[in-house]
């Protein structure tokens, strides 16, 4: 029984036990990760990664498949098949990124599909080692590198502050000062003024920490003097 699943897991020859057993093991793969995603809430969860691994092994199955039925083939890539998996999974990967107010989301979940798209090809074309590396791999990013990302404050988030000044000539380069000292990285920037009521608005678009407070940096702002009102939003 052992050297009859040895056999399986190392031929180069698709066969209908081969192609089971590819299958059920991307299927396991995409599965793993899709917990993952499906456990912090992600739109894409279980059902998609399993379904995007075990169809990318699929197509890795027939592109394999068809020369070894059609040996006299000789005008077709077979290898196309496979290929082409990698450029339709960026339609699916980009509905999965949501772009509000200049803060985008979701470029993990859409890079997630896309490596578990190869994971797939690279279990249906039986690397199987390489597969399970690749799923270990992808799960220590997900969990432990976020981690490490917060304990050293890389966890930063798009968002638009947005000053208004009683004034039509606030001090800019203060602003930006305050800004810097809080960790807050301009990105962006605009600036508006209306003359008839003598005041002035500016739009940052800014990176920040998540879980910073902001009451020092609005506090610090105030004292300024000529400010209104001070909005920070995503």
């Not at 917990?35 to 279980?46: I, K, M, P, S, Y």
């Not at 990698?86 to 803060?103: E, V, Y």
């Not at 279990?123 to 990013?141: E, P």
């Not at 000044?165 to 003024?193: M, Q």
Request: hydrophobic share 45%; proline share 2%.
């Amino acid at each position: 029984m052992i050297e009859y699943l040895n056999d399986l897991l190392h031929t180069t020859t698709i066969t209908p036990a081969t192609a089971i057993i590819r299958l059920l093991l991307s299927l396991l793969f995409g599965t793993i990760v899709g917990a993952e995603r499906q456990l912090r809430r992600r739109d894409a969860g279980v059902r998609t990664f399993s379904l995007i691994c075990m169809g990318s092994a699929a197509a890795m199955l027939v592109s394999i498949w068809l020369p070894q039925i059609y040996p006299d083939f000789l005008n077709g890539d077979p290898g196309r098949i496979a290929a082409q998996v990698l450029t339709g999974i960026g339609f699916l990967g980009a509905g999965a990124i949501i772009q509000s107010r200049g803060s985008i989301q979701g470029l993990t979940t859409a890079a997630c599909i896309w490596v578990m798209a190869v994971i797939g090809l690279t279990v249906g074309a039986g690397m199987y080692i390489a597969s399970t590396v690749a799923t270990l791999l992808t799960l220590f990013i997900l969990l432990s590198l976020e981690t490490l990302e917060k304990r050293l404050y890389l966890d930063g988030v798009n968002k638009l502050l947005t000053i208004h000044c009683k004034t039509i000539t606030p001090d800019l380069e203060a602003i930006r000062n305050i800004l810097r000292r809080n960790h807050v990285f301009i990105i962006g920037f605009s600036y508006e003024n209306d003359f008839e009521k003598n005041c002035s608005v500016i739009t940052y678009k800014v990176n920040v920490r998540s879980r910073s407070s902001y009451l020092h940096l609005f506090q610090e702002l105030k004292n300024l003097g000529n400010i209104t009102q001070i909005k920070l939003y995503t």
